[in-house]
């Protein structure tokens, strides 16, 4: 059975910096895809950032330049690292892994950006 856990979620200061964590069990994120994925207040979820089995990582134009994604093979962890925190960042952020057969989300971790 397949888990997958988000942790990092919080309160950040406007301009600040926040690393948010995905791991999983039951799966290897080296296979196939992980994403990071928000959903803010009245807004559709969408994608941030994902990184393939390759090592491939595509980032959203929405938040270019200022968010990373990398995995961590040993720990079998994928890391969202943004800076430059803005309000509209506020928002849940969720993980999702595809391991060749199903789509799992995680239960999200609020982020909040405040001044």
């Known amino acids: 059975q397949v888990h997958v856990v988000e942790s990092g979620g919080g309160l950040v200061q406007l301009g600040g910096s926040l690393r948010l964590s995905c791991t999983a069990s039951?799966?290897?994120?080296?296979?196939?895809?992980t994403a990071w994925y928000r959903q803010a207040p009245g807004k559709e979820r969408e994608l941030d950032a994902s990184?393939?089995?390759?090592?491939?990582?595509v980032i959203a134009d929405s938040v270019k330049g200022r968010v990373t994604i990398s995995r961590d093979s040993a720990q079998n962890t994928v890391t969202l690292h943004f800076d430059s925190a803005q309000r509209e960042d506020t928002a849940v952020y969720y993980c999702?892994?595809?391991?060749?057969?199903?789509?799992?989300w995680g239960q999200g971790t609020q982020v909040n950006v405040s001044s």
């Open positions: 039951g799966t290897d994120f080296r296979i196939y895809v």
């Open positions: 990184v393939n089995s390759g090592n491939r990582t």
């Open positions: 999702r892994h595809f391991d060749g057969r199903n789509w799992y």
